[in-house]
């Protein structure tokens, strides 16, 4: 990936573990979250239109940037039920509007969309949504490529022992997920020319398991 520009968003510990994956192989990475690196919000237009004017040409776009908004129904709030989406969908939406991608972009999208729990409705919702977002894009900024990676649970340091356990036994692969593997799905949908419009399940199987 030497002399690709690629803009990673999203302050997670996934989203600096994709950053350091991506330098490894030669890119030249901007990481953007509203907190770390420069500055975007996904739910502010301006910050966008400011990232993309300040950023110039871009090669490969990764949004890891995620904003949940869980619990009980009776508990949810507009504005936070908004976030989710301008996270997963408004976002995205305006990041393809101002950036200037020569080559992909790859969104998040995650398990929960196929395995609806209680108290994850927001959560399944925006994460589904994601699925058409990435086909109707694809179509709408060909020949660009868009696609999503849809990861399980993963260990990445936050997940108590016995909950990565159970996961784990309930998998169909019997493990659970590292951020390696979700770097390499990631590295796959940004340099496979032939793959746009597609979710890449990184999972486990999770979602298929009973």
Same mark, same amino acid.
């Given at each position: 990936?030497?002399? $690709? ?20 192989? @030669? ?6 979250? *509203? ?10 237009? !301006? ?18 940037? &995620?904003? =949940? /908004?869980?619990? *009980? ?9 908004? #976030? /989710? ?10 990041? /393809?509007?101002?950036? #200037?991608?020569?080559? !992909? ?7 929960? /969309?196929?395995?609806?729990? #209680? ?18 894009? &694809?179509?709408? %900024?060909? *020949?660009?490529?868009?696609? &999503?990676?849809? =990861? ?7 997940? =108590?022992?016995?909950?990565? !356990?159970? $996961? ?8 659970? @997920?590292? *951020? ?8 796959? &949908?940004? $340099?496979? =020319? ?5 979710? %890449? ?10």
């Amino acid at each position: 990936m030497r002399n $690709t520009r690629v803009v990673v968003i999203g302050g997670s510990h996934l989203g600096r573990h994709l950053s350091e994956s991506l330098t490894a192989r @030669g890119a030249d990475v901007i990481t953007a979250s *509203p907190r770390h690196g420069e500055h975007i919000d996904l739910a502010d237009e !301006s910050s966008i239109k400011r990232f993309a004017e300040a950023a110039g040409e871009i090669d490969h776009v990764v949004s890891t940037a &995620a904003m =949940p /908004a869980n619990g *009980p129904l009776d508990d949810l709030d507009a504005e936070g039920i908004r #976030r /989710a989406f301008d996270a997963k969908v408004v976002g995205p939406l305006l990041l /393809a509007k101002h950036l #200037r991608v020569t080559r !992909s972009f790859t969104f998040f999208s995650g398990v929960a /969309a196929w395995r609806p729990q #209680r108290h994850r409705t927001v959560m399944a919702t925006t994460n589904g949504a994601v699925k058409f977002l990435v086909e109707a894009l &694809a179509v709408e %900024l060909a *020949p660009v490529r868009v696609n &999503a990676v849809a =990861p399980g649970i993963v260990d990445s340091g936050v997940w =108590p022992a016995d909950f990565l !356990s159970t $996961t784990a036994d309930r998998n169909l692969t019997r493990n659970v @997920g590292r *951020p390696e593997d979700i770097a390499q799905a990631v590295l796959y &949908a940004v $340099t496979n =020319p032939y793959v746009t419009g597609t979710v %890449l399940h990184v999972d486990g199987g999770g979602r298929l398991a009973g």
